[in-house]
């Protein structure tokens, strides 16, 4: 998934504990061979409730019904087990009691009486994946539940959905029946289910790209205007551009037809992949604005689909090795899926057209110039915020230079980055990190399944492209603690970083985050639109004079608080001090800043007589052969 920025706002996370369901696995008596029926009630959609029946084939004795927990791409065990509600069980008319287990909240116990092959499952789901009053996003995790016991790839199951009237969906599902508002899909396996999201709405455009490999747009969304002018700014010729860009490098293809589902809401930068149907929010009209098209394009529009092959098609082994849902899984090896992914998602995007160098550059900056800064790196090293992921992905920003922040994503991609400059310039051009993608990640093409692989299997497979040291590599960067700031890559592909006073245009999440002044590289602090604290960096004139994140700016040098006036007293400082007036909770204190360095943003730099990489990195390929 996408890299996920968090508000201000402080939100409760709670924590489920881990059990193994392992016993439960005793219970099962589920059968393989022939289909469940699964029809899920969507024609209240709008208003944020759906209603699910379940057929399920079983046999008498203990049977064991799970809700997915560790969800594919999300990285935890985050499946929202809140919203299932009014859960009734029945073998025709007799009611079968169910008691939910204790030592797994996700599972569910029922116990079938003799001489019964087939029971019904009823339940509602609240606050269903509902994006606005005109659109759905269904993820078919969140309105199932499966017997335990037999293996996610041979479940089979047969959905059908209701949708409001007049409403149309997108997926890659394979429709086989329709009545009135009723669809009918082919069965699928429960793990393929699962990976089949549908985008539904009453507005929605089925676009096919004129790409070397067949792929379709399917768009929603909240008016006519919106999906019409979707192509008001060539977004489709550069969709089109993308999919060429993929089978340039990685040649060989996991899918018949790929699908972008790609929803124009509210909801801006959000995002799942899927082997052949990654799911993207653009914010509203999203798809026909340039400076959507271009901020948006690696990190979301780019990265989603290239986890077809980095995430979904390959996938660490200790991501996938369970027969269900239900974990525990670990999340060590996001510095491949995510990291490189994130890396992959920069090459792609600038191939394609969605920006230029230039652009890619200012993102390079402002990302390097982040980790730079946080002192969380004196002593947590990259692999733990992979490890911890799920629980730093939606918390408070407040401190999070020294928690760190999800860093296998930016730094992840920083150190591939270093690793294809270091296979180009010791093969001296003949070989290429390209090459590496297309030995690991292409590989052959096949339908939507999955091949884990172990770290010894990545770096057993850069080996093969280029030999090295890449376990000493990858132990010294991710595994051990890494003070010393990333940008080692960026200088041996002919870049330095700098800061002048010129602001950093690469503000990708300039819609939905709240930052107003970025002053983490000067005074040390970000400051939000309403003039409270986003969050200060530990051991800068901002800290040292007391502030914190949350408390809030009334006055700056005796005027009232604003973003125009906190840049001119930072750039000019009256006697190096800066004096602001600050609310805390409900007392008000006065502070002083001393500084005197002027304002900084980051930016790249050539380093005179230094080979160009970044440059030959982010240039177009074209596909030839296969
Ligand atoms: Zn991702």
């Given at each position: 998934?996408?890299t996920r920025?968090?508000?201000?706002?402080?939100?409760l996370?709670?924590?489920?504990?881990a059990?193994a369901?392992g016993?439960?696995?005793?219970?099962?008596?589920?059968?393989?061979?022939?289909?469940?029926?699964?029809?899920v009630?969507?024609?209240q959609?709008?208003?944020?409730i759906?209603?699910?029946h379940?057929?399920?084939?079983v046999?008498?004795?203990?049977?064991?019904?799970?809700?997915?927990?560790w969800?594919?791409?999300?990285?935890?065990?985050?499946?929202?087990?809140?919203?299932?509600a009014?859960?009734r069980?029945?073998?025709?008319?007799?009611t079968?009691?169910?008691?939910?287990?204790?030592?797994?909240?996700?599972?569910?116990?029922?116990?079938?009486?003799?001489?019964?092959?087939?029971?019904?499952?009823?339940?509602?789901?609240?606050?269903?994946?509902?994006?606005?009053?005109h659109?759905?996003?269904?993820?078919?995790?969140?309105?199932v539940?499966?017997?335990?016991?037999?293996d996610?790839?041979?479940l089979?199951?047969?959905?059908?959905?209701?949708l409001p009237p007049?409403?149309?969906?997108?997926?890659?599902?394979?429709?086989?029946?329709?009545?009135?508002?009723?669809l009918n899909?082919?069965p699928?396996?429960?793990?393929?289910?699962?990976?089949?999201?549908?985008?539904?709405?009453?507005y929605?455009?089925?676009v096919?790209?004129?790409?070397?490999?067949?792929?379709?747009?399917?768009?929603?969304?909240d008016s006519?205007?919106a999906?019409d002018?979707?192509d008001?700014?060539?977004?489709?010729?550069?969709?089109?551009?993308?999919v060429?860009?993929?089978?340039?490098?990685?040649?060989?293809?996991?899918?018949?037809?790929l699908?972008?589902?790609i929803?124009?809401?509210g909801?801006?930068?959000?995002?799942?992949e899927?082997?052949?149907?990654?799911?993207e929010?653009?914010?509203?009209?999203g798809?026909?604005?340039?400076?959507e098209?271009e901020?948006?394009?690696?990190?979301?529009?780019?990265?989603?689909q290239?986890h077809?092959?980095?995430?979904?098609?390959?996938r660490p082994?200790?991501?996938?090795?369970?027969?269900?849902?239900?974990?525990?899984e670990?999340?060590t090896?996001?510095?491949?899926?995510?990291?490189?992914n994130?890396?992959?998602?920069?090459?792609?995007?600038?191939?394609?057209?969605?920006n230029?160098?230039?652009y890619?550059?200012?993102?390079l900056?402002?990302?390097?110039?982040?980790l730079?800064?946080?002192?969380?790196r004196?002593?947590?090293?990259?692999?733990?915020t992979?490890?911890?992921?799920?629980?730093?992905r939606?918390v408070?920003?407040?401190?999070?230079s020294?928690?760190?922040s999800?860093d296998?994503y930016?730094?992840?991609?920083?150190?591939w980055?270093?690793?294809?400059v270091?296979?180009?310039?010791?093969?001296?051009g003949?070989?290429?990190?390209?090459d590496?993608?297309?030995?690991?990640?292409?590989?052959?093409?096949?339908g939507?399944?999955?091949a884990?692989?172990?770290?010894?299997?990545?770096?057993?497979?850069?080996?093969?492209?280029?030999p090295?040291?890449w376990?000493?590599?990858f132990?010294?960067?991710?595994?051990e603690?890494?003070s010393?700031?990333?940008t080692?890559?960026?200088?041996?592909?002919?870049?330095?970083?700098v800061y002048?006073?010129?602001?950093n245009?690469a503000?990708?999440d300039?819609?939905?985050v709240?930052?107003?002044?970025?002053a983490?590289?000067?005074?040390?602090?970000?400051?939000?639109?309403?003039?409270?604290?986003?969050d200060?960096?530990?051991?800068?004139?901002a800290?040292?004079?007391?502030?914190?994140?949350?408390?809030?700016?009334?006055a700056i040098?005796?005027?009232?608080?604003?973003?125009?006036?906190?840049n001119d007293?930072i750039?000019?400082p009256?006697?190096?001090?800066?004096?602001?007036?600050v609310r805390?909770?409900?007392?008000?204190q006065?502070?002083?800043?001393h500084?005197?360095?002027?304002i900084r943003?980051p930016?790249?730099?050539r380093?005179p007589?230094?080979h160009?990489?970044?440059?030959d990195?982010?240039?177009?390929?074209?596909?030839?052969?296969?």
């Amino acid at each position: 998934m996408a890299t996920r920025f968090v508000s201000h706002t402080k939100c409760l996370f709670l924590l489920l504990v881990a059990v193994a369901a392992g016993a439960s696995l005793a219970g099962a008596q589920g059968m393989a061979g022939t289909p469940m029926t699964l029809v899920v009630d969507e024609t209240q959609a709008p208003r944020q409730i759906a209603f699910v029946h379940e057929e399920i084939p079983v046999r008498p004795g203990a049977l064991a019904l799970a809700y997915p927990r560790w969800i594919p791409g999300e990285h935890g065990p985050t499946g929202p087990i809140e919203n299932l509600a009014a859960l009734r069980i029945h073998a025709d008319t007799t009611t079968l009691p169910w008691t939910r287990d204790p030592d797994d909240i996700f599972t569910f116990h029922v116990d079938v009486p003799a001489g019964v092959n087939r029971i019904t499952v009823d339940f509602d789901i609240l606050l269903e994946g509902t994006l606005s009053a005109h659109q759905l996003l269904l993820a078919w995790n969140t309105v199932v539940l499966y017997p335990l016991g037999i293996d996610k790839r041979e479940l089979m199951i047969q959905p059908s959905l209701l949708l409001p009237p007049d409403w149309k969906q997108g997926s890659s599902l394979q429709v086989t029946g329709k009545t009135e508002n009723r669809l009918n899909f082919a069965p699928l396996s429960l793990e393929r289910l699962i990976d089949s999201p549908v985008l539904a709405s009453d507005y929605l455009r089925v676009v096919p790209l004129a790409s070397s490999w067949p792929a379709v747009l399917d768009i929603a969304g909240d008016s006519q205007a919106a999906i019409d002018d979707a192509d008001d700014a060539n977004a489709f010729t550069l969709f089109g551009k993308l999919v060429d860009q993929d089978r340039a490098m990685f040649g060989f293809r996991h899918w018949q037809t790929l699908h972008f589902l790609i929803s124009q809401t509210g909801i801006n930068f959000d995002g799942l992949e899927h082997e052949d149907s990654p799911w993207e929010a653009v914010g509203d009209a999203g798809l026909s604005k340039k400076s959507e098209l271009e901020s948006y394009g690696w990190p979301l529009l780019a990265h989603e689909q290239s986890h077809s092959w980095d995430g979904k098609y390959r996938r660490p082994a200790e991501l996938y090795s369970k027969a269900d849902y239900q974990g525990p899984e670990r999340t060590t090896l996001l510095w491949v899926y995510e990291g490189l992914n994130e890396y992959i998602g920069m090459l792609l995007a600038t191939r394609a057209g969605f920006n230029d160098d230039a652009y890619m550059r200012e993102y390079l900056a402002r990302t390097s110039a982040n980790l730079a800064h946080e002192p969380g790196r004196n002593s947590t090293p990259l692999v733990d915020t992979a490890t911890e992921n799920w629980v730093i992905r939606t918390v408070d920003s407040g401190w999070s230079s020294l928690r760190r922040s999800q860093d296998y994503y930016d730094e992840g991609a920083l150190i591939w980055l270093e690793a294809d400059v270091l296979i180009r310039e010791q093969s001296h051009g003949r070989a290429s990190l390209d090459d590496f993608l297309r030995s690991f990640l292409g590989q052959r093409d096949t339908g939507p399944i999955v091949a884990p692989y172990t770290r010894e299997d990545v770096e057993a497979a850069l080996s093969a492209v280029w030999p090295y040291d890449w376990h000493g590599f990858f132990q010294k960067r991710i595994y051990e603690v890494h003070s010393q700031a990333p940008t080692d890559g960026l200088e041996a592909a002919g870049w330095r970083l700098v800061y002048n006073a010129t602001p950093n245009t690469a503000r990708f999440d300039a819609n939905y985050v709240p930052i107003e002044v970025f002053a983490a590289y000067s005074i040390g602090m970000d400051v939000n639109k309403d003039g409270s604290v986003n969050d200060v960096w530990p051991g800068t004139p901002a800290y040292d004079a007391g502030l914190g994140p949350h408390m809030t700016i009334l006055a700056i040098d005796g005027q009232a608080y604003s973003a125009e006036l906190l840049n001119d007293s930072i750039a000019h400082p009256a006697n190096g001090k800066i004096a602001l007036i600050v609310r805390n909770f409900d007392s008000v204190q006065t502070y002083e800043i001393h500084y005197g360095g002027g304002i900084r943003h980051p930016h790249l730099e050539r380093i005179p007589g230094s080979h160009d990489y970044l440059t030959d990195i982010l240039a177009p390929r074209s596909f030839s052969g296969h």
